[in-house]
């Protein structure tokens, strides 16, 4: 865990596909880190687990069973099309998860999740050196933050 004075910011990992997942923790931290935030990981199996980890965390925080509170969120995963439906659910079930919770709660949230047709798109994608999407969202979760303080959240 890395923390500053910044923000605290959860990042959310699926590990399904890990050399994915890995840039784009990469980008997310470098981001992150360039803004001065202090970030926690959770890893997860799937994108499909993501939504309950940001649920568990706001959940704790109305138990008071913890001091642990987090300024934003940044989701990161992958899927990608294969022979079945199963891409597709996964990312809807995730997708809208984190939309739910995001309204629900007032949460400001970056979804790093792609969905890919191809392992090769999502490399692209997720190389922070290329298309960054996981410093992307990181950036966006940064965003929504002062977004919510400029409307008095």
């Known amino acids: 865990m890395s923390t500053t004075g910044g923000p605290r910011i959860l ?7 890990e050399e994915i997942t890995d840039n784009l923790v990469r980008g997310a931290v470098q981001a992150l880190t360039a803004a001065g935030a202090g970030f926690k990981r959770i890893i997860v199996p799937g994108i499909i687990e993501t939504p ?27 899927a990608i099309k294969g ?8 990312a809807r079930v995730a997708m809208d998860g984190i939309k739910d919770l995001t309204l629900q709660y007032s949460l400001a949230v970056g979804n790093g999740i792609l969905t890919c047709r ?16 996981g410093g992307q969202a ?8 002062d977004v919510k303080r400029e409307m008095g959240l």
């Open 52 to 78: 309950a980890v940001i649920r568990y965390a706001v959940r704790s925080i109305e138990l008071r069973a913890t001091d642990h509170r987090y300024a934003g969120y940044v989701v990161l995963g992958c």
């Open 118 to 133: 191809t392992g090769e798109q999502a490399l692209v994608r997720s190389d922070p050196a290329g298309r960054d999407f």
């Open 138 to 145: 990181a950036r966006a979760c940064l965003r929504m933050l």
């Open 11 to 17: 990042i959310v990992e699926a590990r399904f596909y």
């Open 83 to 90: 022979e079945t439906d199963h891409y597709e659910n996964a």
